[in-house]
């Protein structure tokens, strides 16, 4: 069992910026992720990075605004979002996938966490 718990999350106002943390009960060596979900919508996949760090790859709606990354001495991943505009507002999850791979569905996470707030005013 992994144990994530989100953190950061708070009403900002457009433009501005956030950066979320992920903490996880023991050493990840699956990719890991962030996925959000808007009032009325499904969850969407936002970014995720693989076991060994790099670049991550991104949601076209975030890309070139939000950055990945991740400490695995800390078991920590990190979602830094700048230029937060109002339809960036959701519940924001960290996600660990089973194992390896490039598809980012919710069927692909094998844990997640509690979600924190994110809300962006105009």
């Known amino acids: 069992q992994v144990q994530l718990v989100e953190s950061g999350g708070g009403l900002v106002q457009a433009g501005d ?11 990840i060596s699956n990719d890991m992720g962030w996925f959000r979900q808007a009032p009325g919508k499904e969850r969407e996949f936002v970014a995720a990075i693989r076991w060994s760090g790099g670049n991550g790859y991104y949601a076209d709606s975030v890309k070139g605004r939000f950055t990945i990354s991740r400490d695995n001495a800390k078991n920590m991943v990190y979602l830094q979002m700048n230029s937060l505009k109002p339809e960036d507002t959701a519940v924001y999850y960290c996600a660990v996938r089973y194992g390896h791979g490039s598809t980012w569905n919710p069927q692909d996470v094998a ?9 962006v005013s105009s």
Do not use: E, M, N
């Not at 910026?17 to 050493?27: E, H, K, Q, V, Y």
């Not at 844990?111 to 809300?119: A, I, L, S």
């Open 17 to 27: 910026s956030l950066r979320l943390s992920c903490a996880s009960s023991r050493t």
């Open 111 to 119: 844990y997640w966490g509690q979600g924190t707030q994110v809300t």
